[in-house]
């Protein structure tokens, strides 16, 4: 059993809390629960209360002897199980007495939800579909249906005492009809209703649950979280509550003693004043919730789940213990607020990792180790055990961390000093006293303080990369502040106080006594004097630096012995002097206009009026050292070809003239 509290309102869960491993033999239990006062006090209320795979509806019969949960939805006829209707998924319509099955037909749509009219023996489906099927029970038969607006419907309810019949539709409206006319009588646009300044929905909402309270009230759930109270006398309603998870509320109840209504979606209970919208208190179970119900005249909840087990929960508070379990009121007082337990007493849940750890793989597949879920289950001795031998200097770990935490809280006792980056420590204690003078001002002009540089994150890695770090050596930053006055000389001197401070707090003990280096003096005068000197001086510095850096450059160059390199040119390359490459570079460098007058100087560009007024521009491709070799090849192969070839004229017919030889 497990207890919880919110708002001062103590919630008994039933049906959660540490369980006994099924592997465990009888004899095992029975020294668990010997030993162990939680075990002896875990009550199994219902036995065997859940269901093969999932419940989407759970209800308890009039005479609060019997509880019922099925898939879809269900209705009971009577005040014990003896008249109940079933709709199911495929269609069907089952009619079940006390003997079991009675008669089954079919509906024409597939229907989502359904309302029994006592005064006409009428079933009232809804569905997907825009009909309302009517079946009378007296008479066996359907009647004519109703014909609404809406494309679909989900949920419907009748009214208790005037009997006027709901339903929700798929486009986030409820209509009411009466069943004497059979004509829609009112309609509610709970979507627009819904929407509120401080809403966030991606579409239409629908109906996901409708509840009657009373002659006048009737609550609404929608399928984007939100919770409608209406009176039946107004289009608007009294208040409008948002779960704020975006799910859609699958269960409305109200607890009529203390005025409450108790809404629920997939994830969580809330209960709150229908008078007030205050929370009363909530509940997060740990299966998805399909529905909610209230056990009459009793503290007593249940809850149908996405998962085959069924919730039960007891709220003092709402009421007393129903009468076949009234020994829960005294037994509450007995019990203590302790959180629930992921692990059994007498076993330890240990992951491979954990074994490979510990050195025990090996056991892996013996009777030692139970497979459970992604792990094991080992005995807690052995785990205790295994864990000394694997770090023998546990205990001396604990104790110096018990050390260090009372440390700790001793320092915290002390005056704090400012702890500054260990990157451009300089920077970070002049922000700080700039940022103390601009709080000086600003308390004076009662202006806000502007935001930290040292604790803006867009900032902070130029106080922890070393590669950010401050070179008060290098040329620019010498150029930059030429004049090192005596207030950054201060800053320097209580920048090195502050480290020894901080070296002695980490050598330990106790804290240095001294006068802090705050005394500020009027010296700037001094400062703005010197200017000009510090200026020269500093150039002076530097051409001195770069005197002695072009003399080291020098005997560098002597000492370096020069050696001749040998490269080899390509077979079928020529070698090009250097004078090529140079040409080429300075003619890359050139605009685009000389360029092209060069070109059309050397007769690579020729350049042309078109008739229309236009230039025309003609290249002729440079050819590469190969394609001239080639081309000079072919010249003289043709010309060898001229002075071989010889005349053919001189071979002629003997029969004829001029006829050739054939």
Known sequence: MQVSSLNEVKIYSLSAGRSLPEWLSDRKKRALQKKDVDIRRRIELIQDFEMPTVSTKIKVSRDGQYVMAVVVTFEILSDDYSKIVFLQCDRFVEFHSQHGHYYRTRIPKFGRDFSYHYPSCDLYFVGASSEVYRLNLEQGRFLNSLQTDASESNVCDINPVHFLFAMGTAEGKVECWDPRTRNRVGLLDCALSSVTADTEIDGLPSISALKFDGALNMAVGTSTGQVLLYDLRSSNPLIVKDHHYGLPIKSIQFQRQLDLIISADSRIIKMWNKDTGKIFTSMEPEYDINDVCLYPNSGMLMTANEAPKMNIYYIPVLGPAPKWCSFLDNLTEELEENPESTVYDDYKFVTRKDLENLGLSHLIG??????YMHGFFMDIRLYHKAKMMANPFAYEEYRREKIRQKIEETRAQRVQLKKLPKVNKELALKLIEEE????????KRKQKNLPSLLKDDRFKVMFENPDYQVDEQSEEFRLLNPLVSKISEKRKRKLKILEELEAQEQEEEEEPEGKASDAESSESSDDEKGWVEEVRKQRKLLRQEEKVKRQER?????????????????????????????????????TLEDRLKLEEKLGTLNVSDTTVGSKQATFKLKKSEQQKKQQEAE?????ERKTLRRSASHLKSKRGRGRLFH
């Open 436 to 443: 103390g003078e601009e709080q000086q001002v600003t308390r």
């Open 554 to 590: 020098f005997k560098e160059d002597q000492q370096t012995l020069l050696k001749p390199h040998f490269f080899e040119i390509k077979e079928g390359e020529e070698f090009r002097s250097f004078k090529d490459s140079a040409k080429k570079q300075k003619l890359m460098k050139k």
């Open 366 to 371: 013996s009777s030692l180790l139970r497979a």
């Open 635 to 639: 010249k003289q192969h043709r010309q």
